[in-house]
């Protein structure tokens, strides 16, 4: 069941402190089989190589598909935990915009899984693509 008091503002204002908002991730949008998320590049958050580093693009990736997940925890599950993350790059970017979006494959009691693609803004390349599998914790 999706809950849609757990808005963007809400998981913006619980993003303070943690990861995501070091990151500056924002949640752009949650709706009902709808969720986006982005972060504008910055050069902190490049590899030595001089490319932005693939840990960004994962953790933008996992913590939109954990937003979606809380978005839809099943009544009477207390969280969750993510058990698997797989992860497929196929560009990179330097400079803009990078914005994710997560689908639902499996809504489950004690599973959910959520695809997530990224892509660049300006240019809408494809970036990566991810599957995040979550357990429920009750």
Known sequence: MFHPERNEDFFNKISQGF????LGIHIDKIAENHFEASFEVRRDLFAPNG??????????ADTLAGFACV??????????????????????AKEGKVVA?????????QT???DVLVKHADT???????????????
């Open 19 to 22: 990861l995501p908002e070091l």
């Open 112 to 114: 959910q899984v959520w």
């Open 51 to 60: 490319f932005l580093h693939a840990g960004s693009v994962v953790t933008l």
């Open 71 to 92: 978005a839809y925890l099943p009544e009477g599950a207390k969280g969750f935990t993510t058990i698997e993350l797989k992860s497929n790059f196929m560009s990179t």
């Open 101 to 109: 979006t997560a689908t639902a494959e499996h809504l489950g009691k």
């Open 124 to 138: 809408g390349k494809k970036m990566a693509m991810f599957r995040c599998t979550q357990m429920i914790l009750y």
